[in-house]
C-alpha cells in the first residue's frame, strides 16, 4: 500500500500593517470639523505642550512657537453656518409632511395676546426646553392629589418625540402599581388632562386624534363641526387635497371644504417636534468658493481649523534638561508636534481634494444640477496623488460653502450614466431633469414615474422606472397620487 507522501507548501503573503499612530491619524481625518476640533481640544487639556494660539490670523510674531491657525493655510473667510442640505426623515407617516404647513416652533402659550405678561411668559420658555418639562411646568401648578400626579406623570414619560401616546392605558395602569388598584376612569381623566395642556395635540394616539385635540381652536361651530368630520371620517381626502371628494361626501360647496382645509393644515400633526431642539444640527463649511476676476477660487475656512501651537519655550526647555526619568514628558513632546502636524496635514489634504473636484465640476456653479459631471473617487485621487480611500474619508463630513448652497464634498461625486448618443450625463444631472419636470407638471394630472422615464428616453436618458422612483424619492418628492389636486 502506497503512503501518500507528505508536501509542504510555502505560501507567501505581502500584507501592510498600519500603525496605531496612522490608524489614528485615519480615524481623525474621517472626523467632521467639529468634532476633529474636538479632539484636538481634548489633546491641549492633557498634553502640557500644546496650547491655544491666540495670535490673530495671519500674526507671525506671537511667541516664539510653532503654531498651526487660520493663517498658515487659507486666506481669511467668513463663518457660514448653515443646515445641512439633507434634513433626516424623522416618522414612518410621510404624507402629513407634504400636506400640512410647519406650525412655528414656539408654543400656543407664547403666541397668545400680545401685552408685556406674554412677552415675559415667551422668555421664560427656553428655546431647547424638552417637551416633558414643559407639560410638568404646567402640571406642577394645578392642584392635584399624589395618585393623580402618578398617573398623569406616566403618561407624560410615555409620550415619543411627536407628542404622541403609543401605550394603552391599561398597560400604564398596571406600570403604576398603585394600591388600589387603577380604575379606567381614572387614566382617562389623567389622558384628559395631558391632553387639555399646552401645545394643543399633545397625547393623542394617532394623527386624527392630534388634528381632532386641536379643534377648539376654530371659533365658527359649523366650521369646526365639518372639520371634525374630515379629520376622523376622510383623512385621506384631506391628504390627496381632493376637495370635490370631500365637498360630496360632506354635501357642502367645495369653497366651504377649501377653506376648512386651509384651516386644518395650519394645525400641528406633531407637536412635540417643537421641542427638543438639539435634534437641530448645523454645519459650518470647511471651505468657501467664491468666483474672484471670473475664475472659481476654493479657501479653508478659518473658523473650522483649531488654533493649536506647540510651545518652543516649554519644548526647548525640556529638551536641554531631559533624561531617562523624563520619558512621560518626552511621549507627551512627540504627540504634540504628531498633533500640529496632523491639524495642517489635514486641512491641507481637505483644500487639495476641494480644489480638484471645483476643477472638475466648475460648470455646475454656472449653470446648476443640470451641468453635474459624472465623477469617481479614482478620478480625483489620481488627480492629487491620494488614495482612493483618503479621498473618501476627505470628502465625508465636510462641507463647501458656494453661492448656490452648501454640499457636502462627496455630494459632487455620482456615477455615469450612458445616453443614447453613446456619452454619459450624471445621476445628478438625470434627478435635476426630474426635478425640472415635475415642477412643471400640470397640478391636476401629475407625472407618474413612468412617464417621466418614458419623457427621459425621448431626451436620450434611458433610466429604468424603478431608478426615477428611487431618485424622486432622493429629492423628497411625494407619489404621483400625493400630488395630484382635485377640482
Known amino acids: ?95 402629513e409632511r407634504d400636506s400640512w404647513q410647519q406650525a412655528p416652533a ?26 416633558r418639562e414643559y407639560l410638568y411646568s404646567q402640571v406642577n401648578v394645578l392642584p ?26 391599561d398597560e400604564l395602569a398596571a406600570m403604576s402599581e398603585l394600591e388600589p388598584a387603577v380604575e379606567d376612569c381614572e387614566m382617562s381623566t389623567a389622558l384628559k388632562l395631558v391632553q387639555s395642556l399646552d401645545p394643543p395635540g399633545i397625547a393623542a394616539c394617532s394623527v386624527s386624534d392630534c388634528l381632532r385635540l386641536q379643534l377648539p381652536v376654530i371659533e365658527d ?10 379629520v376622523t371620517e376622510h383623512l385621506d381626502r384631506l391628504a390627496q387635497h381632493d376637495v370635490a371628494g370631500l365637498a360630496k361626501a360632506l354635501n357642502c360647496a367645495p369653497a366651504v371644504v377649501e377653506a376648512v382645509c386651509a384651516r386644518i393644515r395650519h394645525f400641528d400633526p406633531r407637536p412635540g417636534w417643537r421641542f427638543g431642539a438639539a435634534d437641530v444640527h448645523f454645519v459650518t463649511p470647511d471651505v468657501i468658493v467664491r468666483k474672484v476676476r471670473g475664475q472659481w477660487t476654493a ?8 488654533r493649536v501651537r506647540l510651545n518652543q519655550v516649554y519644548a526647548e526647555l525640556f529638551q536641554r534638561h531631559r533624561d531617562a526619568k523624563h520619558s512621560e514628558l518626552a511621549a507627551h513632546l512627540q504627540e504634540a508636534r504628531w498633533t500640529v502636524r496632523n491639524v495642517e496635514q489635514r486641512f491641507s489634504t481637505i483644500l487639495t481634494v476641494a480644489q480638484a473636484i471645483l476643477r472638475r465640476q466648475r460648470h455646475f456653479l454656472e449653470y446648476g444640477p443640470l451641468a453635474m459631471k459624472p465623477l469617481g473617487l479614482r478620478e480625483i485621487a489620481e488627480e492629487v496623488g491620494l488614495h482612493e480611500s483618503t479621498v473618501s474619508r476627505v470628502t465625508n463630513n465636510k462641507y463647501m460653502a458656494t453661492p448656490a448652497g452648501v454640499f457636502e464634498l462627496k455630494y459632487f461625486f455620482s456615477r ?72
Open 144 to 169: 392635584l392629589s399624589d395618585r393623580d400626579r402618578v398617573l398623569v406623570g406616566a403618561i407624560i414619560e410615555s409620550l415619543d418625540d411627536d407628542g404622541y401616546l403609543r401605550t394603552s392605558l
Open 221 to 230: 361651530e359649523t366650521e369646526r363641526e365639518l372639520a371634525r368630520h374630515i
Open 1 to 95: 500500500m502506497n503512503a501518500t507522501a507528505p508536501t509542504t507548501r510555502l505560501e507567501h503573503r505581502q500584507h501592510q500593517a498600519l500603525t496605531p499612530r496612522l490608524q489614528h491619524a485615519v480615524r481623525l481625518l474621517q472626523l467632521s470639523s467639529l468634532d476633529f476640533a474636538q479632539e484636538v481640544q481634548e489633546a491641549m487639556g492633557k498634553n502640557p505642550f500644546l496650547e491655544h494660539d491666540d495670535s490673530a490670523p495671519g500674526d507671525s510674531a506671537g511667541t516664539g512657537s510653532e503654531a498651526v491657525g487660520a493663517g498658515a493655510l487659507s486666506p481669511p473667510a467668513e463663518t457660514v453656518p448653515v443646515e445641512p442640505p439633507s434634513a433626516s426623515d424623522m416618522a414612518a407617516d410621510t404624507w
Open 106 to 131: 414656539r408654543s400656543s402659550m407664547s403666541s397668545s395676546g400680545g401685552g408685556d405678561g406674554d412677552a415675559a411668559m415667551m422668555e421664560m420658555v427656553a428655546a431647547d426646553v424638552s417637551l
Open 299 to 306: 479657501a479653508l475656512n478659518p473658523a473650522v481649523i483649531p
Open 416 to 487: 455615469a450614466m450612458a445616453t443614447a448618443s453613446g456619452g454619459a450625463c450624471s445621476a445628478t444631472a438625470i434627478r435635476g431633469v426630474i426635478k425640472d419636470m415635475i415642477d412643471g407638471e400640470e397640478a391636476t394630472d401629475p407625472l407618474s414615474d413612468a412617464e417621466i422615464a418614458r419623457q427621459l428616453a425621448r431626451q436620450g436618458l434611458t433610466v429604468a422606472r424603478r431608478t426615477v422612483t428611487k431618485y424622486r424619492q432622493m429629492l423628497k418628492v411625494p407619489s404621483v397620487e400625493r400630488r395630484r389636486r382635485h377640482v
